[in-house]
């Protein structure tokens, strides 16, 4: 039984190799017809590129004969030309046109009309009475004296009223309009040189100096001025040689930037005098037609900060006079403005004054006060915050805008 057993599975071996192995030359059969027979007259023979066509037993090429061969004309292509840097396009800054100086005033007279209440209309409202007893001179008097006209001036016009009315009989408003406008123009003195000296000489620019006590706004009316100066036709270089004040150089290159004014500045705390000298010196080699010198505010009571004024002067004179120093006094101050003006006046000897903050004040009467206590003419005006608001002073507009149009 045992040896049936193993002839059964001896013939099941062998039926499984039979069919393995018909099954293998089945496949091999099936492949071997998708290849096509070979093409005539090509050479199926391995090769690469021209060797291909030489047969394999050609002479080879040695090293000496690779050597001797002659040099191929190879086109190179030519260096790259480098493209140089643009730099970026940057427009312009635009600058501002400042308005012209002949008309401000009569631009800026409507900012004089809260003064009108008592130096205008209230002493025309006066002298229009029918009867001008003394109670109504003492009221003249009394208005002129609270528009910090001082005492000297206001007894002058008072007397010099009361004869004209008396002997002229004059009471229409057009006649005392007239009558006040005269007495307060000669008091204003017409007469003295208001002009300003920014007319640069053969060899060197004109030179102006601006000085005053803290918070008048010198650094201000410096840029304004500029201004002033740039509407006139006049080149300007600014001197910030207020060194000491937090951001003074900054803001007084904001202004000159805004009309193409160049501004030397030094480091912070640093000598104003050099600063000064070294403006001018820049001005000087630019030939523009005016250098600006801005100082720092000081109390008069300061001997040591006086001095120094003094000597940053006295520097500039080394390479040239200064032609104007304007000393920039508050009108709300009133009579106090005075004795600083004074001071300034002994150390730097100010040839004319800048007269800030009339607009919105009845003080205009400090005007003809300070010009009797110095004996300096009052040369510019401020009349508000804008960049324009600085004009040349007319004693005559100046009253004209004072005492208004009518009662």
């Not at 192995?21 to 017809?33: I, Y």
């Not at 009475?129 to 002129?144: C, G, K, M, Q």
């Not at 300003?196 to 201000?220: F, W």
């Not at 109390?299 to 500039?316: A, F, S």
Request: glycine letters at 8%; a negative charge; one cysteine or more.
């Amino acid at each position: 039984m045992v040896a049936v057993t193993y002839l059964w599975i001896s013939l099941a071996i062998v039926l499984l190799a039979v069919v393995a192995v018909a099954t293998f030359l089945a496949v091999r059969g099936r492949r071997g017809s998708a290849v096509p027979p070979p093409a005539p007259g090509v050479d199926y023979r391995p090769g690469v590129g021209d060797d291909a066509e030489e047969p394999r037993d050609a002479p080879k090429r040695s090293i000496t004969t690779i050597a001797n061969l002659p040099d191929l004309d190879v086109p190179t292509a030519p260096p790259a030309t480098p493209v140089p840097a643009v730099p970026p396009v940057t427009a312009a800054p635009e600058l501002d046109v400042p308005e012209e100086t002949g008309g401000r005033l009569l631009r800026l007279r409507s900012r004089l009309a809260r003064s009108q209440s008592s130096l205008g209309r209230g002493l025309l409202s006066v002298l229009s009475r029918e009867n001008l007893d003394d109670d109504a001179w003492d009221e003249i008097e009394e208005s002129l004296l609270m528009a910090d006209v001082g005492v000297a001036a206001t007894t002058e016009i008072v007397d010099h009223l009361k004869t004209r009315t008396k002997v002229l009989g004059t009471r229409s408003q057009g006649e005392l309009r007239a009558l006040l406008a005269e007495e307060l123009v000669t008091a204003l003195q017409p007469e003295l040189d208001r002009s300003l000296k920014t007319t640069p000489h053969a060899d060197r620019p004109a030179v102006l100096m601006v000085v005053g006590v803290n918070g008048t706004g010198k650094t201000t009316t410096c840029g304004k001025l500029a201004r002033v100066l740039v509407a006139d036709g006049r080149s300007v270089l600014l001197g910030a040689a207020d060194t000491f004040r937090a951001a003074a150089s900054e803001q007084l290159a904001t202004w000159g930037d805004r009309v193409g004014a160049r501004t030397v500045r030094g480091p912070e705390a640093a000598d104003p005098a050099s600063v000064a000298f070294d403006a001018l010196k820049q001005g000087t080699e630019a030939r523009v037609d005016t250098v600006l010198i801005d100082t720092a505010g000081r109390l008069h009571t300061k001997v040591g900060l006086m001095d120094e004024l003094g000597k940053l002067k006295r520097v500039l004179e080394r390479q040239a006079p200064v032609d104007e120093t304007l000393l920039v006094l508050d009108a709300t101050t009133g009579q106090n403005g005075l004795t600083q003006a004074k001071v300034f006046t002994e150390v730097v000897d100010v040839t004319g004054i800048v007269l800030t903050k009339l607009d919105g004040t009845a003080k205009g009467g400090i005007v003809i006060s300070v010009q009797r206590a110095l004996g300096v003419p009052v040369k510019l005006i401020g009349l508000g915050e804008g960049p324009d608001d600085l004009a040349p002073f007319d004693p005559e507009q100046f009253v004209d805008a004072l005492l208004g149009e009518t009662l």
